[in-house]
């Protein structure tokens, strides 16, 4: 193992550039190992990079959203509400994922999320 090891590394381009470019080539082609690979979070797939944005993407607005109905009346707090309850869940179980989710929505408390 340690052999085949070194020999890739020796027979990889010397540049990092070069070096990056072939390993990026093979990482982008659909051989078995490769998917083997993205099974098991090794290696990102596409898909795993285009629900990453969306979640991204979906919290961003989450986040304006909240900031943007952060008013002392009574519909704005049901808002604030209904998209904390809404946010969290059974798939956000842990504390620090909580507190996590807060501080990125800007929400001062993270025990608002239920």
């Known amino acids: ?21 072939v390993l990026a080539s093979i990482l982008q082609t659909k051989y078995p190992t490769i998917k083997k690979l993205q099974q098991m979070n090794i290696v990102v797939s596409e898909e795993s990079i285009l629900e990453y944005e969306l979640g991204i993407s979906v919290l961003n607005k989450l986040s304006q959203d909240l900031k943007s109905t952060k008013k002392r009346n009574d519909d ?10 809404s946010s969290s869940g ?7 994922r909580k507190k996590s989710l807060a501080q990125r929505l800007g929400i001062s408390k ?4 239920i």
Not at 3 to 17: D, R
Not at 76 to 85: A, L, R
């Open 1 to 21: 193992m340690h052999l085949a090891v070194f020999q890739l590394k020796q027979a990889l381009p010397k540049s990092p550039q070069k070096r990056t470019a």
């Open 76 to 85: 704005c707090n049901s808002t604030v509400q209904i998209i904390t309850t």
């Open 90 to 96: 059974e798939n956000i179980s842990y504390k620090r």
């Open 110 to 113: 993270p025990r608002k999320l």
